[in-house]
């Protein structure tokens, strides 16, 4: 296992659950953020306030992204370092040098949004916050009840995230990236020529077709009848 498997495992996923909480802050009148690392609460204006873990930082001067449990000029607070503890000790586990070096330099394939793409999936977060501040960003995981989101997975919603996700990022790996996110969903897969399948329990299957060149054609539903 690599630190690549890991992303593309759980890119599509993990991008879901950032759109769907950046959706909630849009029609919430973007709030202003906060971190108060005493408390260790990301909060937006006064809408709301939830408990995170700090992963780490970039910065924009060094090119380099710093482990939080690697910053110990900052005097990170012990309970706010259990999730960067925990991948440190998983990339040890599997060694995955991205997880468990203390200092990173930061390129196309490793920075600070595809670690936390990551981390949200490893750790079944609610989704990772990018703080950023004068030299550089904070990242924060929030995995806290009170988080107002949740992503959908019905067929219908699973149309629209492929759909989205093929027109935002940029990738030579979509179908690799669809199969993984339908693994992820539970779907049973299936593949003939340029069609992907993935059937849900219901009987409801997604068929994404693809071109010649693995690009996206077209994303269909067929949806079994709901009384």
Known sequence: MTFHDL???NYIASWDKQ??????LKENGNPNWGFDMAD????????LALNTQLLGTESTSSQSWLWAWANTMSNIPP?????AEELRAYGEQQHIHELMDAQLSLDNDVHGHHICVVASALLNADFYYR?????GALFLLVKDPRCPVAVSTTPEHVVTVVTEFAASVQTDNLRLLVTHYFQGLGLTISQIDEILTGK???GSWIDVI???????GQVKANLKPRS
């Open 7 to 9: 992303l593309m495992q």
């Open 19 to 24: 759109v769907t909480f950046a959706n909630w």
């Open 40 to 47: 260790g609460q990301l909060t937006f204006g006064s809408t």
């Open 79 to 83: 309970n706010l370092l259990e999730a």
């Open 131 to 135: 703080g950023p501040y004068q030299g």
């Open 200 to 202: 849900f329990a219901d």
């Open 210 to 216: 693809f071109d010649t060149q693995g690009r996206l």
